[in-house]
């Protein structure tokens, strides 16, 4: 036999082995109203979207004969788990999945390595990962939990409820979030804020060393308060003057002021990071 | 008394004390074992008493609707001086000791120079701990992720550098203005944050 | 400071914290919510396995608690008054839902095949001995079937007597033992189930 020829079979081999360790599987279950539906993955992506009834489906993408999924419902919960075999590694532990929900339901997602992904849901959303990216987007009337090490997270669209992101050293992308509290804090990540810091909520961003940049439309009716210990602060925006509350503040550099009515609070903090309000061209 | 008998009579005596009941267990390795697998169930109960904790939303809708119905009638709550985020997490499960130290040497680092807020303070004053007894250190966190990737490790290492450095400038903040809440919020933050770290730390170590 | 001036400085404070939420100060309820947070939101937890659910209902606890403060004169302790009240909540919450919050049957020879009692009890299984993991038990009594749960959790988590639990839930004392009873096995059977696992035995 040439070389070439076992070259050939060789690679042939290979790909039949990695075809044949992969497997795909799928499991349905019914639920009520509010259910609870949580998906603990080591290595691998999960993605939730909503389904059309009150049905939880699960799809799951092994990439090995290394790793289970187990999986269980009590009553209106419904609980799945990547269960690693001996041997496992990042790799032939990994599983992909695809879930689909109730859009009522609330989700928790945990996975190390992620992606984790949500979207179109109106029930609470938990997802936890120390290196997953995180994306949220198109979910209202509810509560938004994020937490990461690494991140990077992108909430998208996210209104009416409320959000609190923890990242420790991840960026953080917010467009068009609002809510009665709106909470990000992060050690070293820049923090970026694209919307109008609507609903009358409270609103805190904060990071150490990480930069924060807040763009923001004329409309915008908020309380904002800027300080960077270390750092720089630059506005874009016209701010009204209000009284000055913490004048035992002397350290650093900071901007503060109302726009429109007032309606959300607004406190922006860095300690060595730059913080810049920005204006957005209206449409 | 048989193996059956002595179960269903384990709903009205359940230590297996009664006369009928030891003789029965004097002979039988399996029921023994049965009575002493429930006495370590019951005895392990009481330990869900406080396990968990709430996220921060539910004291944000209390709020909300104490004060829509006239309920608070003083000017707004300021945000309270630590979040329960992480609490919501899994500090309590995994790292009770871990979170509770560094949130009770916060909480004690901010008592001592702060005058007035010692009735809502959220942390029960004690005595300073002694990290070190606890058993928690840095040198803990980096152990316990040895066993992951080179990348991985060296992600920890850096992140552990960054809330180490977090927490150094938040406490000379707070020295700098002992008045400023804004500083003694940042310091919590920053255990936070330190507190999250171990928390994944931890997590990824556990089968 | 020392312990016994510490315990003084605590109860003096709560009722303080009484008096002042009794005038409306936010402080004072925002105290009073995270001293007893982790006790009411664990009960609810426990009783529905299910965050979201525990979350409203121990929002829902407390904001019945405040809106009646006004009326609370110190005869018993503020924490009972609490808990039975989160109690309350919770159960009628199950009601709600129309889950059995505990099964009517009264001995423990029902025609459910699980409730039979086993003969062999599972001698190739893990044994569980030394310490049960706080968090397995914790998803094991999240597993039990709701009927189970409510009176495990009233009755060996957070110690409430037969009788009590026979006045709160509307049932015997004879059906609040049988059902212990058999709560406890399903744990027993799901906590060596979980260490047969790990250790690596082959589901049967």
Same mark, same amino acid.
């Given at each position: 036999m *040439?070389?070439r020829?076992v070259?050939?079979?060789?690679?042939g081999?290979?790909?039949a082995?990695t075809l044949?360790a992969e497997s795909h599987?799928?499991?349905h279950?019914?639920?009520g109203?509010?259910?609870?539906?949580?998906?603990?993955?080591?290595?691998g992506?999960i993605?939730v979207?909503?389904?059309?009834n009150?049905?939880?489906?699960?799809?799951?993408?092994?990439h090995? =004969?290394?790793?289970e999924?187990?999986?269980r419902?009590?009553?209106?919960?419904? =609980?799945?788990q990547? @269960?690693?075999?001996?041997?496992?590694?990042a790799t032939?532990g990994?599983?992909?999945?695809e879930?689909f929900v109730?859009?009522?339901?609330?989700? !928790?997602l945990?996975s190390?390595?992620?992606?984790?992904?949500?979207?179109k849901? @109106?029930?609470?959303?938990?997802?936890?990962?120390?290196?997953?990216?995180? =994306?949220?987007?198109d979910v209202?009337d509810?509560h938004v939990?994020?937490?990461?090490?690494? #991140?990077?997270?992108?909430?998208?669209?996210?209104?009416d409820?409320h959000?609190?992101v923890d990242?420790l050293?991840g960026m953080?992308?917010?467009?068009?979030?609002?809510?009665q509290?709106v909470q990000?804090?992060s050690t070293s990540g820049n923090i970026?804020?694209?919307?109008?810091? #609507?609903?009358g909520?409270?609103y805190?961003?904060?990071t150490?060393? #990480?930069?924060?940049?807040?763009t923001?439309p004329e409309s !915008?009716s908020a =309380?904002?308060?800027?300080r960077s210990v270390r750092?720089?602060?630059h506005d874009?925006v016209p701010?009204?003057p209000r009284?000055r509350t913490?004048?035992?503040f002397?350290?650093g *550099?900071a901007?503060?002021?109302?726009?429109g009515k007032?309606? *959300?609070s607004v406190v922006?903090?860095?300690?060595s990071?730059?913080i810049?309000l920005k204006?957005?061209?209206?449409k | 008394?048989?193996?059956?008998?002595?179960?269903?009579?384990?709903?009205?005596?359940?230590?297996g004390?009664?006369?009928?009941q030891q003789?029965h267990l004097r002979?039988?390795?399996?029921c023994?074992?049965?009575?002493?697998?429930l006495?370590l169930?019951?005895s392990?109960a009481p330990e869900l008493?406080?396990?968990?904790?709430?996220s921060?939303?539910v004291w944000?809708?209390?709020e909300i609707?104490?004060r829509?119905e006239g309920?608070?009638?003083s000017?707004?709550a300021k945000?309270?001086v630590?979040?329960s985020? %992480?609490?919501?997490? %899994?500090?309590a499960?995994w790292m009770?000791?871990?979170?509770?130290v560094l949130?009770?040497m916060? %909480?004690?680092?901010?008592n001592?120079?702060?005058?007035s807020?010692q009735m809502?303070?959220?942390?029960?004053p004690?005595?300073?701990?002694?990290?070190?007894?606890? %058993?928690?250190?840095?040198?803990?966190?980096?152990e316990?992720?040895s066993?992951?990737t080179?990348v991985a490790q060296?992600q920890?290492q850096?992140n552990?550098?960054r809330?180490?450095?977090?927490i150094?400038?938040?406490?000379?903040s707070?020295?700098?203005?002992?008045?400023?809440?804004e500083?003694r919020?940042s310091?919590?933050?920053?255990y936070q944050?330190k507190?999250m770290?171990?928390?994944?730390?931890?997590?990824r170590?556990l089968? | 400071m020392?312990?016994?001036?510490?315990?003084?400085?605590t109860?003096f404070n709560?009722a303080e914290?009484?008096?002042?939420a009794?005038?409306g100060d936010?402080?004072?309820?925002?105290?009073?919510?995270d001293?007893?947070?982790?006790?009411?939101y664990?009960?609810?937890?426990?009783m529905?396995a299910?965050?979201?659910?525990?979350?409203?209902?121990?929002?829902?606890a407390f904001l019945?608690?405040?809106?009646?403060?006004?009326?609370?004169r110190?005869?018993?302790?503020?924490?009972?008054?609490l808990?039975r009240l989160s109690?309350?909540?919770? /159960?009628m919450h199950?009601?709600?839902?129309s889950?059995?919050?505990?099964?009517?049957?009264?001995?423990?020879?029902?025609g459910n095949?699980e409730?039979?009692?086993k003969?062999d009890?599972?001698?190739d299984?893990v044994a /569980?001995? $030394?310490?049960?993991d706080?968090?397995?038990?914790?998803?094991a009594?999240d597993?039990l079937?709701? $009927?189970y749960?409510?009176?495990f959790?009233?009755h060996?988590?957070?110690?409430?007597?037969?009788n009590?639990?026979?006045g709160i839930v $509307?049932c015997?004392?004879g059906?609040s033992?049988?059902?212990?009873?058999?709560a406890r +096995?399903? /744990?027993?059977?799901?906590?060596? +189930?979980?260490?047969? $696992?790990?250790a690596g035995?082959p589901k049967?």
């Open positions: *040439s070389t020829t070259k050939l079979v060789v690679v081999a290979i790909v082995g044949v599987k799928e499991w279950f019914n639920v109203p509010k259910a609870g539906v949580s998906v603990n993955n080591p290595y992506s993605s979207k909503p389904s059309n009150n049905t939880v489906i699960i799809n799951a993408v092994l090995s =004969d290394k790793v999924v187990d999986n419902q009590n009553g209106n919960r419904v =609980d799945v990547s @269960h690693l075999l001996p041997g496992a590694d032939s990994r599983v992909d999945y879930v109730p859009a009522d339901a609330s989700v !928790t945990h190390t390595t992620g992606p984790l992904r949500a979207e849901l @109106h029930g609470d959303v938990s997802l936890e990962g120390s290196a997953a990216t995180v =994306d949220v987007r209202a509810a939990h994020v937490k990461t090490l690494t #991140g990077p997270v992108t909430l998208s669209n996210i209104h409820g959000v609190e990242s050293s953080v992308t917010m467009t068009a979030v609002t809510g509290l990000v804090i970026v804020y694209i919307g109008d810091f #609507g609903s909520g409270e805190r961003l904060t150490h060393s #990480g930069d924060i940049d807040a923001v !915008t =309380d904002v308060s800027a750092g720089e602060v874009d701010l009204q009284s913490w004048n035992s002397k350290q *550099s901007f503060v002021g109302t726009m007032a309606a *959300s922006l903090r860095t300690f990071g730059k810049h204006k957005r061209a209206e | 008394m048989t193996c059956v008998e002595l179960q269903q009579s384990l709903a009205e005596i359940e230590d004390s009664s006369a009928e003789h002979s039988c390795s399996s023994t074992a049965l009575v002493e697998e006495a169930i019951i392990s008493i406080e396990a968990d904790d709430p921060p939303r944000n809708s209390i609707a104490l829509q309920l608070i009638r000017q707004r945000r309270p630590i979040s985020f %992480g609490a919501r997490w %899994g500090w499960r009770v000791p871990a979170a509770a949130l009770i916060a %909480g004690t680092y901010v001592r120079r702060s005058s807020r809502v303070n959220n942390i029960a004690l005595s300073t701990p002694d990290v070190a007894a606890a %058993g928690l250190n840095d040198d803990e966190l980096l316990a992720v066993d992951q080179p060296a920890y850096d552990l550098r809330v180490n450095e977090y150094q400038d938040a406490k000379m707070v020295e700098a203005n002992p008045g400023d809440e500083a919020r310091l919590l933050e920053a944050e507190a770290l171990f928390d994944m730390a931890m997590d170590s089968p | 020392t312990e016994p001036r510490q315990r003084q400085s109860e709560e914290a009484i008096e002042r009794k005038q936010a402080e004072a309820f925002q105290a009073l919510y001293r007893h947070k982790r006790r009411v664990s009960l609810c937890l426990r529905t299910n965050t979201a659910e525990a979350e409203d209902l121990a929002q829902e019945q608690l405040f809106r009646k403060i006004g009326t609370f110190g005869e018993s302790a503020f924490s009972t008054w808990h109690v309350n909540v919770v /159960l199950l009601r709600k839902k889950l059995p919050v505990v099964s009517l049957e009264e001995t423990t020879q029902g095949e409730d039979t009692p003969k009890f599972g001698a299984d /569980l001995a $030394g310490s049960i706080r968090l397995q038990l914790q998803r009594v597993s079937p709701p $009927g749960r409510t009176i959790v009233l060996d988590v957070e110690g409430y007597e037969h009590e639990i026979a $509307g015997s004392i059906n033992k049988s059902q212990l009873h058999k +096995m399903k /744990l027993r059977d799901l906590l060596r +189930m979980n260490r047969a $696992g790990k035995i049967q």
